[in-house]
């Protein structure tokens, strides 16, 4: 729709930037942190190396004077549940301590705090006990390391993230410690329980978020790939539509309603892999709605009908290509791509907020987005235009979408500083603050602006009249 833009971003939305722990920090054996799921991951995800990842541990007071100098208002952050809790269990002053530091340096500075409470980051020693996230057990655990937070942060953390992307957690088994090329009935009906244990823990970390801190603002983040169909059949928009509920508002409607998607009931009777349920943790889920709702965006999905009449199990991985007898992935020639392959579709973030906030009506706030690409420093400089382009065009359709009326409390960028991507290492950038590393050579790790740090700031400095 074309429509009267509004001249500026509102006085209170939030512009910030976002990490996680496990990609940006570093020192992961240092000051008594745990082994968490990802410190296996050359074995378990076939990764680069975050033993040294950004060194933030270290540099955490540089790095928070140059988000200071960015002109942040937000800055988002997880605290790693191993530094805190080595063993999923017991409290590690020295985990602690350095959040502490951390949160009173932002504060200090006037940026908001916007703590993840489990980023990916799950303590090896609570899968080996009891198989984490897979039994009930991991509600509980998940719960008691939230109460740690909120009691020791509390008064100073106002926002706060619930679960990063437990759309991808389950889509992606490493991350829930089960082995790669799982497959089968089993494993199926394994990750639908899982999922369903996080959206109990999920309204319990509300519910006591609210108790103990009743001006707290909590939520989930999703990430949802929004599938637009690839042709004017009807068919391919129903394809499109049943993406969508198998992709993200499975786990929403959960969240927001205490409701099951029909359709994903359904999917999951006829695959027979339906989790044990209830009815009280339906109810706890009803009584406890998120306040916002988190949006990790970065790519849609084009997708046609799938022409096969079966019934079967999905195939592994997160850009599955086929779910047989629902949907499958097309081309777009219209779409164009990073060099990892990812649609880059600026209106698949209008889609979302449309889609998520017309659903829900509950307010959003961008969590992640961001350009992962090839960075190369010129004479002490980068010339990251291809960074700026995407996060402006992105910026439009937040501004286009605040100029309709929706609730958007903020923007984060992913990410704040160069951090290890989830699966390709150093290689892939996303930061407006370029760490002098690669994949094979630590370097100094000094910090670097890039071209898009300058940009950044001056949209921050003219609340966006310029997007
Ligand atoms: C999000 C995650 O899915 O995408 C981040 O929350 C991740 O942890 C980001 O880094 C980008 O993905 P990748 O694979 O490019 O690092």
């Not at 008594?32 to 190396?49: C, S």
């Not at 509600?139 to 937070?149: G, N, P, Q």
């Not at 199990?313 to 850009?319: D, E, I, K």
């Not at 990410?415 to 630590?442: H, P």
């Amino acid at each position: 729709m074309y429509l009267k833009q509004i001249e500026r971003f509102p006085d209170d939305f939030l512009f910030g930037a976002s990490t996680s722990s496990f990609q940006v920090e570093g020192a992961a054996e240092l000051d008594g942190r745990g082994k968490a799921i990802h410190d296996l991951a050359e074995k378990k995800i076939g990764i680069t190396d975050f033993s040294t990842a950004s060194d933030h541990y270290h540099r955490m007071e540089e790095d928070v004077e140059l988000f200071h100098e960015l002109g942040l208002n937000m800055y988002r952050f997880s605290m790693s549940w191993t530094r805190i809790m080595p063993d999923g269990k017991n409290i590690n002053e020295e985990g602690l301590a350095f959040y502490n530091r951390l949160v009173d340096k932002l504060v200090s500075y006037g940026i908001e705090p916007l703590v993840t409470i489990y980023h990916f980051e799950y303590p090896y020693q609570l899968i080996e006990e009891f198989g984490g996230w897979l039994s009930p057990k991991g509600i509980d655990a998940y719960e008691a390391f939230a109460k740690v937070l909120f009691t020791h942060f509390g008064d100073r953390v106002k926002y706060w993230l619930t679960i990063n992307e437990q759309d991808h957690v389950v889509k992606i088994s490493e991350r829930l410690g089960l082995p790669k090329e799982s497959t089968g009935l089993a494993f199926e009906r394994k990750l639908q329980q899982a999922n369903y244990h996080m959206c109990v823990a999920t309204a319990k970390v509300i519910q006591l978020a609210h108790q103990m801190m009743p001006d707290s603002k909590i939520g989930p983040a999703v990430n949802p790939m929004p599938a637009i169909p690839s042709s004017g059949n009807p068919k391919d928009l129903i394809a499109a539509m049943e993406f969508n509920e198998l992709s993200h508002h499975y786990i929403l409607d959960l969240h927001c309603r205490g409701k099951f998607s029909p359709i994903h009931w359904k999917y999951m009777q006829d695959r027979d892999i339906c989790p044990k349920v209830k009815t009280e943790d339906l109810q706890l889920m009803a009584a406890n709605p998120p306040d916002f709702i988190g949006i990790n965006y970065y790519l849609n999905q084009t997708v046609a009908h799938s022409e096969q009449e079966t019934i079967a199990l999905r195939g592994q991985g997160v850009f599955c290509e086929e779910e047989a007898g629902i949907y499958q992935l097309a081309e777009n020639e219209l779409i164009p791509q990073t060099d990892w392959g990812w649609n880059i579709c600026p209106e698949g973030l209008s889609i979302s907020l449309m889609d998520v906030c017309n659903r829900y009506q509950l307010p959003m706030l961008i969590t992640e987005n961001g350009l992962g690409a090839y960075d190369e420093v010129v004479d002490g400089k980068i010339h990251d235009t291809y960074r700026i382009e995407y996060l402006q065009n992105h910026l439009a359709q937040i501004k286009h979408c605040l100029s309709m009326g929706f609730p958007i409390l903020g923007y984060c960028a992913w990410s704040a500083i160069d951090l290890v991507s989830g699966r390709e290492g150093m290689d892939k950038r996303y930061g407006f603050i370029y760490v002098n590393r690669t994949n094979e050579e630590l370097r100094d790790l000094n910090r670097l602006k890039k071209d898009s740090f300058y940009w950044y700031q001056n949209v921050i400095q003219e609340r966006g009249q310029s997007i």
